[in-house]
């Protein structure tokens, strides 16, 4: 079992910026591809970006190519998110994601999420 608590999501002004933080609990951190993934009003969840075990994969979503930054430090057990350049169309929930499997994108286990809104 893996236990995720997200942090960082707030208001911010379009072209702003924010940095998200998901602290991991139980199983090795460091065997876990992990990831975050976003939900907006009406829509279905979709996945941002993606990090491999030792951080050498990664991937994004093209609408956030460019702006956000996937990073983690497996000696704190913790992936950040920072976002730049934000756009309303960034306003969503933020979901950390564990154990997410590179070729589907399904993951094993999800933070509670934290909410993101980026104004006009």
């Known amino acids: 079992q893996v236990h995720l608590v997200e942090s960082g999501g707030g208001l911010v002004q379009a072209g702003g910026s924010l940095r998200l933080s998901c602290a991991a609990s139980g199983r090795s951190f460091s065997s876990l591809v992990m990831g975050w993934f976003r939900q907006a009003p009406g829509k279905e969840r979709e996945i941002v970006a993606t990090?491999?075990?030792?951080?050498?994969?990664?991937s994004y979503a093209d609408s956030v190519k460019g702006r956000f930054t996937i990073s983690r430090d497996n000696a704190e057990n913790t992936v950040y998110l920072q976002m730049n350049s934000l756009k309303p169309e960034d306003t969503a929930v933020y979901y950390c994601?564990?154990?997410?499997?590179w070729g589907t994108g399904v993951a094993d286990y999800w933070g509670q999420g934290t909410q993101v809104t980026v104004s006009s």
């Open positions: 994601a564990a154990g997410i499997n």
């Open positions: 990090i491999s075990r030792s951080g050498s994969w990664i």
